[in-house]
């Protein structure tokens, strides 16, 4: 019940394409739900995050469609480029303030061709 | 503004050694985190600390153990270690306990022969 389960483990686009990442969950305790971004050699930089009162956030390129009945979220990186090629997770958390615990999911790996 | 910073960038030892790395967290920053990223097993949270008390930890074996020093960087220990033992060791910080929102630090590679 502690899961976050990411797909797909990788994914190939082409320059210009949407890049589509999903990530499901199963304890509705969850109330906050960030996206990192990593990049071979550094840690993970966050990119976004949501909380379940919104259904949609929308950061430059990259949107985070929240979906709270089906418990599902996912992250669209829009016109995508070469150097959006990295390593993403989905995170969430139950409230960090009591347990300081992100629960990641396992990554997804994209590529994006020129 | 410096980011975490985590040192060494590398560090080799052998099996029954123990390993010890650091972390200085974001100026302002009093929460500091700990987790391993091994490979194939994605990040899994390992320690938390606040305020120089550790506040909640991972599934883990005692032997992983660390401290907050007064300036509010860690220490991460890890005593008798296993080939297991083998990952990324990733520091974040954040303002205190009351925000969700966790910055990460480059990690230290541990490996062990």
């Known amino acids: 019940q502690q899961q976050v389960k990411q797909s797909p483990q990788s994914l190939i686009v082409q320059k210009g394409g949407i890049s589509i990442i999903n990530c499901a969950y199963e304890n509705t305790a969850f109330d906050y739900f960030p996206w990192y971004q990593q990049f071979p050699g550094k840690g993970p930089a966050l990119l976004i995050a949501i909380r379940p009162d919104v259904s949609e956030k929308k950061e430059g390129r990259f949107t985070i469609s929240f979906n709270k009945s089906a418990k599902q979220f996912s992250l669209h990186i829009m016109d995508s480029q070469p150097g959006d090629s990295a390593t993403y997770f989905c995170?969430?958390?139950?409230?960090?303030?009591?347990?300081?615990?992100?629960?990641f999911g396992q990554g997804t790996t994209l590529q994006v061709k020129p | 503004e410096a980011g975490v910073t985590q040192s060494p960038t590398h560090l080799i030892k052998t099996r029954g050694q123990q390993a010890t790395l650091r972390c200085s967290p974001i100026?302002?920053?009093?929460?500091v985190y700990w987790y391993q990223q091994a490979l194939g097993l994605g990040l899994q949270f390992l320690l938390w600390y606040d305020e120089g008390e550790e506040r909640n930890r991972g599934n883990f074996p005692p032997r992983f153990s660390g401290r907050q020093f007064p300036n509010y960087s860690s220490e991460l220990n890890v005593n008798a270690l296993e080939l297991e033992d083998s990952a990324l060791y990733l520091c974040?910080?954040?303002?205190?306990?009351?925000?969700?929102?966790?910055?990460f630090g480059p990690g230290t590679r541990l490996t062990v022969l």
């Open positions: 974040a910080s954040s303002l205190a306990p009351s925000t969700d929102t966790q910055y």
């Open positions: 100026s302002g920053h009093t929460s």
């Open positions: 995170a969430a958390s139950i409230g960090s303030s009591n347990t300081g615990k992100l629960i």
